[in-house]
C-alpha cells in the first residue's frame, strides 16, 4: 500500500487473521518436521519454519500495536472509544452466555420418575425470562458489532 492509500482498520484486523493463521500453520509444521526416521530427510527445516514465524509474529506485534492505538484514538459515539465498545462487546457476549447456558442447564430434564420414591428435579430458574433477556442482549450485541464494523471501514490505521 502506498501513502496515498491509507489502510483502514478493517483491513488490518484481517491481516491480523491472516498472521495468527500463518503463525499457527507454521508452529505446526514445525512440530511435524521436529522428529523424523534415521535413514530419511525431514520434510522441512524446523529452524527455517520458526524464523518465519518469529518474522510474521513481528509484523503482528506492530500491526497489534497500531489497531489498539486507533482503537484508543477513535470515537465510538460521544460517550465512548473504540476500545470502550470493544469492551462493552466482550462483556455483553459473557452477560448473554451466561443467560444462554442457565437457559440451556434449566431445560435439562432430569426428572424421570421410575418410582414415587424417587425426588422429582425442579427447575430453580426462569427459561423464558432468561431468553428474552438473552435475545435483548444478542440485540445489542448486534446494533454494537454493525457500528464496528461501519467505523472498521472507515477509521484509517494510525502510524
Known amino acids: 500500500m502506498n ?6 482498520v478493517a483491513e488490518a484486523l484481517a491481516r491480523r487473521a491472516d498472521l495468527i493463521a500463518r503463525i499457527t500453520e507454521l508452529r505446526q509444521r514445525a512440530g511435524e ?3 523424523y526416521q534415521e535413514g530419511d530427510e525431514p520434510t522441512e527445516d524446523p529452524a527455517a519454519l ?3 514465524a ?3 509474529a513481528s509484523e503482528l506485534e506492530t500491526l497489534l ?3 489498539n492505538r486507533t482503537n484508543l484514538a477513535t ?3 460521544e460517550a465512548m472509544t473504540v476500545t470502550d ?3 462493552r462487546r466482550d462483556t455483553l457476549r459473557l452477560r448473554r452466555s451466561l443467560r444462554t447456558e442457565l437457559a440451556q442447564a434449566g431445560t435439562n430434564r432430569r426428572d424421570f420418575l421410575y418410582s414415587r420414591s424417587e425426588i422429582k428435579t425442579l427447575r430453580a430458574v426462569d427459561v423464558p425470562a432468561l431468553r428474552a433477556e438473552a435475545d435483548a442482549l444478542s440485540a ?3 446494533r454494537l458489532d454493525l457500528r464496528l464494523q461501519e467505523l472498521n471501514w472507515l477509521t484509517p490505521l494510525a502510524s
Request: proline share 0%; charged share 45%.
Open 3 to 8: 501513502e496515498k492509500e491509507e489502510m483502514k
Open 33 to 35: 518436521a521436529a522428529l
Open 50 to 52: 520458526v524464523a518465519q
Open 54 to 56: 518469529d518474522e510474521a
Open 65 to 67: 500495536a497500531r489497531i
Open 75 to 77: 470515537r465510538f459515539d
Open 85 to 87: 465498545a470493544l469492551a
Open 140 to 142: 445489542d450485541l448486534r
